[in-house]
Each structure stands twice: as C-alpha cells, then as structure tokens.
C-alpha cells in the first residue's frame, strides 16, 4: 500500500486538468495548488454525487419496461432498441470522450453531462413520444457515457496516492444507485399513480452531481485565464505526446476484459430473474435473489480496488474471480433452486471483476491524460462487447428452451476475460507501450 498522498498530491490545481489533458494552452508558470480542504474534499462529493447517478437512469428503466411499453405503445423491436441503448451510447459516445477533455477542463464537462443527464430524464418521462422517448434517452445516456470515462481520470489526477480507496467509494456509490434505482422505481411509480414518477425522480439526483462541480468548473476557468495572462508571450508548451491504447497489446486486454466481464454482468441482470423463475420461484423471489447480487456487490465494490492497491501482480484477483464465477454458473446449470443464495453469493463475488478493471485503469497509466485515453478506450470497445452479453443468451435461451447453453456461453466469455485478465495483472503503463 503506497503511503498517504501529502495534501497538494491529492488535489492538484484544475489548471492541471487544463494543461496536461488538452495540452493545448501555453504555459510557464505553475499556479498553486488547491489544498484538500478548498478542491479535494468538492471533488470527493462531486465524484460520489456521479457515481450514483451511473445507472439509475438504465435500472429504473428496466423496472418500469412494460408499463412504458404500454403507455407509449412501444412496438417489440421498440422496446428492443430501448433496451439495448445504455450499451450503445456507453461505447459510441464514451470514445468522444478524450476530445472533450483535451479542449475543456474535466469540471466543465462534467457540467455538462449531468445537466444532460437531467434534462434527458425530465423530457423522457414527459414526453407521449416512442420516437422522442428513445432521443431523450439517448441524451441522458450521453452524460453518464462520458462520466464513465472521467471519473477513473480524476481519480488519478486529484487522488494519486489513493487510487483504491477512492475508486472503491465511488463504485460503492455506483452500486447502490443502481440497486436503489431498481429496488423503488415501481414503489415510486405506484405511489404516484405514474411509471412517469417512477422514472423522472431521478432527474433531481442527477440535478444534485451538477452542484458541486459548478464552483470548480469556474475556478478551473479562472486558472486557465491566469495562467494566460502570466504565460511569456514567446513560450510555448509542447502539447504531451497523445496516448493510443488501441495500438497496444495492453489497451486491448484491457477493453477485452472490460467487455466480457460487463457482458457476464448486462446477461445477469436481464436474465438471471428469467433462470430463477424456470426453477419454480415465485415471481417477487426471483427479484430478490436478482436484487441479491447487486446487494452483496456493495462491500466487493469497495474492498477490492482497496486489495488490487495493495498487490505487486493482479493474478490472485483475477483467478479467485475466475474460480467464483465458474462455481456460481456450474452451479446455476446443475441445481439453480437447491443453493440459490450460495450461487447469488457467488455471482456477487465474481462481479468484482468490475470494480477491479475501473481501478486497474488508473493503476495502468502513469498520467491523466494517458488515464483517460485508456478509460475511454477500454469502456467503450468494451461496451460494444458487452451488447452481445443479453442479445446471445435471450437467442440461445430461445432456441434450445433451458440454460445449459447460455449458461455455456457464460463459461466461455469468462474463459476470454480470464486470458484478458493474465494480460493485464502484471504492472505495466500505457505510457510505455505507444
């Protein structure tokens, strides 16, 4: 475990943001850095404020799908469309990413997809629009696509020293919007008489994350006008050499193994429920043990970025990953009723691989700017990836009518995150492989 970061390692300037991610601004003359009590601790709140906001827009959707089918008189291939968008704008829109951040400062943008985030919310649940419901949506998802890829680059430039502790905060935070988000969009949406209410109230959280990153968005602003003003007329900053993740052999493992472990974790949540159903349990059960594994996901999601900190190589991480996930999902195929909660315990532990692969791209860049470039790369191919996780096993559920060939699948896209995850456990940077 590396030692606590001194308070100026911790929070840097947000000129910093400013000149070594858009590398475009001459400079010469550093400005001082913002102690922890003026920038740390804001941008601490900001994050987990983000975070929560991840996926409470995709969850409470899911939750609500019918009564929107039927409110809007969403067709089948509709619903579908709908369904399958968070996976398409998470990787379409995340890769655009690094060119927002290399031409404003990574408060300002973050403004600006939460505010997206929000209004994308508002307008989608007023609107009697199929075809303006899936646009709106697409423009909430826009904001929390290019939050994904921002915040392990904060993490990394306002947090060096404790990349673990703050990455596992702040998917702790991710996990319990997401678990929130699904467990009381109905509740919300049958105390108002609405699927409108059960889907919009979550605007004003998403309203909340822009707050904090307002007063940093500006002070970021000044300090790039400072540093305008006192920079030499004749000096000029070479802009640092541009990080290309998809030239390299470690990007690629990287965004392989963010994409089969995301496809692991989208077939769960969209089928898991359906498997559960198959072997006798009741409807309102099979949420539960669905809602399980997001549940018991909360101390994994904080504990392990702390353990992938601490260890010279990922390699026992990774295997005891592998070993939890290919438990569960045997386990699932040869008596999904008997043990259930043991496979939901197990599933849970195996979805650490998420938490491990968002810290493991701060500990794979040595910059903010490489950490970012590697972020977007990994998430947004992974994502693509990822698409394929619920499409195949809906498509090998259908035709065989049982899940020994999804669940085969399964095995399979984990047999690919594992080699994926050898790749990546030894340290190396992104840096270094250009």
Not at 142 to 152: E, K, M, T
Not at 373 to 396: D, E, H, K, N, R
Not at 409 to 433: C, H, K, N, S, W
Request: hydrophobic share 55%; no cysteine; aromatic share 6%.
């Amino acid at each position: 475990m590396t030692p606590p970061a001194t308070p100026a390692a911790i929070a840097p300037t947000a000129d910093v943001t400013l000149g070594s991610v858009a590398g475009a601004t001459p400079a010469t003359t550093p400005t001082p850095a913002v102690g922890p009590a003026r920038g740390g601790l804001l941008v601490l709140v900001g994050m987990l404020l983000v975070a929560v906001n991840l996926r409470a827009a995709v969850t409470s959707l899911g939750a609500l799908l019918d009564e929107i089918r039927v409110g809007l008189g969403l067709s089948g291939a509709m619903a579908g469309v709908v369904t399958t968008l968070p996976t398409v704008a998470f990787a379409g829109l995340g890769a655009l990413t690094p060119w927002l951040v290399r031409r404003w400062a990574a408060p300002r943008v973050l403004v600006l997809a939460m505010i997206a985030l929000t209004a994308g919310q508002v307008l989608r649940a007023a609107t009697g629009s199929a075809a303006v419901f899936v646009l709106t949506s697409a423009l909430a998802l826009a904001g929390i696509a290019v939050a994904n890829i921002l915040l392990p680059m904060l993490v990394k430039q306002h947090f060096p020293h404790r990349t673990g502790l703050v990455t596992g905060a702040y998917t702790m935070a991710l996990t319990v919007g997401t678990t929130v988000a699904a467990a009381s969009a109905v509740p919300v949406a049958h105390a108002f008489g609405s699927w409108r209410a059960g889907l919009g109230v979550w605007a004003g959280l998403a309203a909340l994350a822009v707050v904090p990153w307002v007063p940093l968005a500006l002070r970021a602003r000044a300090a790039r006008r400072a540093a305008d003003r006192s920079a030499a007329p004749t000096a000029v900053v070479a802009a640092p050499a541009r990080v290309r993740p998809e030239r390299t052999r470690l990007g690629w493992a990287m965004a392989v193994y963010f994409g089969a472990q995301s496809l692991s974790g989208y077939a769960i949540m969209g089928w898991l429920a359906q498997l559960f159903r198959d072997a006798g349990y009741r409807p309102e059960a099979a949420g539960l043990l669905l809602a399980g594994v997001t549940a018991l996901g909360v101390p994994v999601a904080l504990m392990m970025p702390t353990l992938a900190g601490r260890l010279a190589t990922l390699r026992p991480l990774v295997l005891g990953l592998t070993a939890f996930s290919t438990v569960a999902y045997v386990g699932l195929a040869l008596a999904p009723r008997g043990l259930a909660p043991l496979w939901v315990l197990l599933l849970a532990l195996g979805q650490g691989a998420f938490p491990l692969i968002l810290t493991t791209i701060g500990l794979r860049a040595r910059t903010p700017e490489g950490t970012v470039a590697l972020s977007a790369f990994a998430q947004s191919t992974g994502y693509v990836i990822a698409a394929l996780g619920p499409l195949l096993v809906g498509i090998l559920y259908g035709a065989t009518g049982g899940w020994t060939a999804p669940i085969g699948f399964l095995l399979v896209a984990l047999a690919v995150q594992t080699i994926a995850g050898m790749v990546i456990a030894r340290p190396r940077y992104i840096e270094d492989e250009r």
